[in-house]
């Protein structure tokens, strides 16, 4: 039963990841109806309700007899999804509508793709959803040659050229940080909002300078706490600062000298660029959700 | 009521940890008549509880009307324990009996001692339990001019010269270890229990060359399993490696060309000595109950 009052939409761009769904209905015009935001992400669904957790969403915005095609990005397509869409390995071009896996669905109004994410042998490292926001800068940054953050609780550094992605590297400091400041001796000690930018700066600069103290500096934040009443609020930024550091400093020979484009517009997005600006580099920030549609709109352009 | 099937306690020997008390009523020949295990550590007792937690675990070696000496070491002494023992600045001797502090007891029987902990100013850095172990290394390595390393969830690296400590750094590696393996999306990917030497030398080489891809490295482990089938074992010794190979690189200058020793007999004073071997350092390994009581010994026989 479709809603009158809804514009039905030309076609469907979906980000499905591990904790949350987007879903963006577009108009004929080639810009989003509105934006649908959901929690049902890959982590909370079965393979079985993928299709009705889409229809519920999408009802208003399909009509009773056309078919709507439907194009997904992210953990929707791993072996724990709607349907395994197999990677693409490094080097690669972002991954295409050609090597999207096609979806059967019992509704005959959806036809649903979802595209590859991209594998790299060695090392060993895999992203799905990161490979279309990839495209998405490709889109308006075509000649780009240098490297792309795309920063979350698991960071990719992808290393662009000519249109492809040459190699990439995941960092989990988000979550480090995250597992730091809710579950260890450190929880009392760092605040859990709260922003110092002289902190960070200098926790930035120990991170780069001496990466293998790490586990010492969070203790110190501790000690420095029992024993100088440091401040929470600064011994989160720094704590948070420390593992900026090493990790730009990690990618130093990846992004010396190359343009760095942050994908996010986020506090974290906005700390990665601030580390990397400390470190020496030059960034330009790209909006997330803007990256997002236009990887899936170049994906939905090469369909014959 | 004492229990006659028991010879009396000439003094008792405690430390009194977080998660742990262990007490050792002692002979007239200064060995031990027992060791009495505890999982009633500081985080599970108000101040007031103290006592009677003592009173309930020693009653077998009490006489009736005697005074019985109890010296302590450990988390009892800290601002959350039984009563307050300030910390000793660095650099200092191993806290005495002189510098214990004495807590008042209902149980006239009882006479109770709580040995400092040890404070280091800059960078800030704080030990309460270990500084008594020192002691009892000192006990038989009067002239140790080297390392004492006290392997556990938060490490303690000391340099000790002429029977004084001079400066130590905490590492907190195996929280951290334990936080990735229980609560990170590696919980998964890393085993639980069991041991692969070669994964982790090979850990601590690649931990020590490159400590500021830790956040990579420990992604890439999950990568590995998803695409390449890594055994859960070997990624487990993999990144203890890693976490310890950081940690012995970032004290080098303290232990090289020292004598380095081990305190400690479990399966991570073992990581430890195999982590230091692997960098180059000379390793002793000392036992750590015959550390502790022989500190707390040598602050009994301080006694005037």
Same mark, same amino acid.
């Given at each position: 039963?479709?809603?009158?009052?809804?514009? /039905?939409?030309?076609?469907? $761009?979906?980000?499905?990841? @591990?904790?949350?769904? #987007? %879903?963006?209905?577009?108009?004929?015009? !080639? +810009?989003?109806?509105?934006?649908?935001?959901?929690?049902?992400?890959?982590?909370?669904?079965?393979?079985?309700?993928?299709?009705?957790?889409?229809?519920?969403?999408?009802?208003?915005?399909?009509?009773?007899?056309?078919?709507?095609?439907?194009?997904?990005?992210?953990?929707?397509?791993?072996?724990?999804?709607?349907?395994?869409?197999?990677?693409?390995?490094?080097?690669?071009?972002? /991954?295409?509508?050609?090597? $999207?896996?096609?979806?059967? @669905?019992?509704?005959? #109004? %959806?036809?649903?793709?979802?595209?590859? !994410? +991209?594998?790299?042998?060695?090392?060993?490292?895999?992203?799905?959803?990161?490979?279309?926001?990839?495209?998405?800068?490709?889109?308006?940054?075509?000649?780009?040659?240098?490297?792309?953050?795309?920063?979350?609780?698991?960071?990719?550094?992808?290393?662009?050229?000519?249109?492809?992605?040459?190699?990439?590297?995941?960092?989990?400091?988000?979550?480090?940080?995250?597992?730091?400041?809710?579950?260890?001796?450190?929880?009392?000690?760092?605040?859990?909002?709260?922003w110092?930018d002289?902190?960070f700066d200098?926790g930035c600069?120990?991170?780069?300078?001496?990466?293998?103290?790490?586990?010492?500096?969070?203790?110190?934040?501790?000690?420095?706490?029992?024993?100088?009443?440091?401040?929470?609020?600064?011994?989160?930024a720094?704590?948070s600062g420390?593992?900026l550091g090493?990790?730009v400093?990690?990618?130093?020979?990846?992004?010396?000298?190359?343009?760095?484009?942050v994908?996010?517009?986020?506090a974290i997005a906005q700390a990665y660029a601030t580390a990397l600006k400390i470190g020496?580099a030059?960034v330009?920030?790209?909006?997330?959700?803007?990256?997002?549609?236009?990887?899936?709109?170049?994906?939905?352009?090469?369909?014959?």
């Amino acid at each position: 039963m479709s809603d009158l009052n809804h514009t /039905p939409a030309q076609w469907v $761009a979906v980000d499905w990841g @591990t904790s949350h769904l #987007r %879903l963006w209905p577009m108009g004929a015009d !080639g +810009v989003p109806l509105c934006r649908i935001d959901s929690d049902k992400g890959m982590s909370r669904l079965t393979p079985a309700e993928y299709e009705q957790t889409l229809l519920n969403l999408l009802e208003p915005y399909l009509t009773s007899d056309g078919e709507v095609t439907v194009v997904c990005c992210g953990m929707a397509g791993s072996r724990q999804g709607w349907a395994e869409a197999p990677y693409m390995a490094t080097p690669c071009r972002p /991954p295409s509508f050609e090597t $999207a896996t096609r979806v059967a @669905t019992g509704d005959k #109004r %959806l036809r649903v793709h979802i595209l590859s !994410g +991209v594998k790299q042998s060695e090392p060993a490292d895999v992203m799905r959803g990161e490979e279309t926001q990839i495209a998405g800068v490709f889109a308006t940054h075509s000649k780009l040659d240098g490297v792309i953050c795309l920063p979350g609780t698991h960071t990719k550094w992808v290393s662009v050229q000519k249109g492809s992605i040459t190699g990439f590297s995941t960092f989990m400091s988000g979550e480090l940080f995250q597992l730091v400041s809710d579950h260890s001796v450190l929880r009392h000690t760092l605040a859990h909002e709260g922003w110092d930018d002289q902190a960070f700066d200098a926790g930035c600069r120990d991170g780069a300078a001496r990466p293998d103290h790490l586990a010492n500096a969070l203790f110190g934040l501790r000690a420095a706490a029992l024993l100088n009443d440091l401040d929470p609020v600064a011994a989160r930024a720094r704590a948070s600062g420390y593992l900026l550091g090493m990790e730009v400093a990690a990618m130093r020979d990846a992004w010396r000298g190359r343009p760095v484009v942050v994908v996010g517009d986020n506090a974290i997005a906005q700390a990665y660029a601030t580390a990397l600006k400390i470190g020496g580099a030059t960034v330009e920030i790209f909006e997330a959700e803007k990256a997002t549609l236009a990887g899936l709109s170049a994906a939905r352009a090469q369909m014959k």
